[in-house]
């Protein structure tokens, strides 16, 4: 359901959640907001509590990281905080700690949440049909996305011509070495291809001054209306309470 | 020279780009690992690497728009290939690419020298730092540690950002494949000079 919704209402919900979470300092809403899109995503995009967690995993490292930097590095002294508090659960660095821990959390489903909800080619065609996204930087950004299986396929033969070279066979992964070596050939690999995209372009007539049309652009249904007003309330209410 | 892009330039900027978004993915995974292992500090240890796409487009386009542009780009693509963090990665490109292209603005887009570029990944370490400040309560934290952190974050920026950038810069001018452009006109009129 959710890759019915128009790619900007999705963003625009997605940016207007995310400066919430970044601007209200609260374990309620925080903790809110998380499981709120945990659940569009569960429910409406279908995806399974497995993979889910899976994803989370990067975004929890990273918010642990603050939590224990508050923990142990906020203002008021950590010694201070074991002798007059009963535990350093109850204590202000460990509530900060835990809205920073659920705010980067919070952030990083807000994301997930708009990555698996739109089609990304859409989200650009419908940046340049609405939000006058030069076609310039959309069609090089088209370009950039084509090149990247390209540069998977080129690093796979770079890797066959060292393990050629030092008569051994492939290693099933790269070492960090072979990866290091590998970072200008497949840059200018990919400098050289944007030069023969460019002129391909403008052998083709593209020019960033014409009017031109556009195929498929995603349009605006009541279903948007219905998810950007559901969403705004939940926000208010969230924020009255928070 | 004229400010305006070529088809050409965007294109590379694009495609460097996607080059560095692959990297930058990569770059996460070994962040995650040095957290686990050194704790907080590391984020700011690691985070001058972030920054690199927008110093090696601008040492290598020279024009207005080139850092800030490489920086968004980047973490467009992975947007585009669908990375979850894609749209926080695209507000923090936003700011880290600011940061860079306020130094070359400074010296209006006419100084593409090592300390100019090592200033450059200071820049996006500095806004980077304001951005996180807000977004993660720096200010609630010990002064000490917020000195470390922002000295660890400014070196790194001058490091792994700037002096880094600068290197893939020159060892990619040496194949040949940036011929015609900026960083290609600028080092024959040296040479001629």
């Known amino acids: 359901m959710l890759k019915r919704l128009n790619p900007l209402t999705v963003l625009a919900a997605a940016l207007i959640w995310i400066v919430a979470t970044t601007l209200v300092f609260s374990v309620a809403f925080q903790s ?30 990273f918010g642990f990281g603050f939590f224990t930097t508050n923990v142990l590095f906020r203002q008021e002294n950590a010694e201070a905080v074991a002798v007059f ?12 700690g835990l809205i920073l821990f659920l705010r980067a959390l919070a952030g990083g489903m807000i994301s997930l949440f708009f990555a698996l ?29 084509e ?14 011509v060292e393990a050629m070279r030092a008569g051994r066979p492939l290693r099933r992964f790269p070492t960090p070495g ?17 030069g023969r995209t460019a002129i391909a372009m403008e052998a083709r007539g593209f020019r960033a001054d014409r009017p031109r049309t556009l195929l498929r652009v995603p349009g605006f249904s009541r279903l948007d209306l219905i998810f950007a007003l559901a969403l705004v309330a939940v926000l208010g209410l969230g924020l009255i309470f928070a | 020279m004229t400010s305006a892009w070529t088809l050409r330039e965007t294109l590379i900027v694009a495609v460097l780009g996607a080059v560095f978004a692959a990297l930058y993915m990569g770059w996460v995974q070994i962040w995650l690992i040095a957290q686990a292992i050194i704790g907080p500090l590391s984020m700011d240890v690691f985070m001058g690497f972030w920054f690199v796409a927008s110093i090696v487009a601008a040492a290598i386009i020279r024009k207005p728009g080139a850092a800030l542009g490489a ?15 894609g749209l926080i990665l695209v507000l923090s490109g936003l700011i880290q690419g600011a940061g860079a ?9 006419r100084n593409y020298s090592l300390p100019v570029l090592m200033a450059a990944g200071v820049g996006s370490a500095v806004f980077s730092f304001a951005y996180t400040w807000i977004r993660f309560d720096y200010g609630a934290l010990a002064p000490g540690l917020l000195v470390a952190m922002f000295v660890l974050r400014s070196v790194s920026g ?8 600068k290197v893939i810069a020159e060892v990619l001018y040496r194949t040949g494949v940036l011929q015609g452009l900026a960083i290609d006109r600028d080092k024959r009129t040296a040479a001629l000079a």
Request: aromatic residues 8%; without cysteine; charged residues 15%.
């Open chain 2, 158 to 165: 001058a490091l792994l950002g700037g002096f880094l950038g």
């Open chain 2, 71 to 85: 920086e968004v780009l980047a973490s467009a693509v992975e947007l585009l290939l669908g990375s979850p963090g």
């Open chain 1, 117 to 145: 909800s739109i089609e990304p080619v859409a989200l650009v065609r419908a940046l340049m049909a609405y939000l006058r996204l030069p076609p310039r930087i959309a069609y090089a950004l088209f370009a950039a996305v």
């Open chain 1, 32 to 61: 809110g907001a998380l499981i709120l899109f945990a659940a569009l995503i569960l429910v409406l995009g279908r995806i399974s509590p497995a993979r889910l967690l899976l994803l989370m995993i990067p975004f929890a490292l």
């Open chain 1, 178 to 194: 072979e990866l290091f070596r590998m970072v200008v050939p497949l840059m200018a690999f990919a400098v050289r291809r944007a």
């Open chain 1, 147 to 160: 090149v990247v299986p390209d540069l998977a396929a080129t690093a796979h033969q770079i890797r066959l």
């Open chain 1, 85 to 96: 508090s009963q535990s350093l659960a109850e204590s202000d660095a460990a509530r900060g």
């Open chain 2, 101 to 109: 292209e306020a130094v070359f603005a400074a010296t209006r887009w």
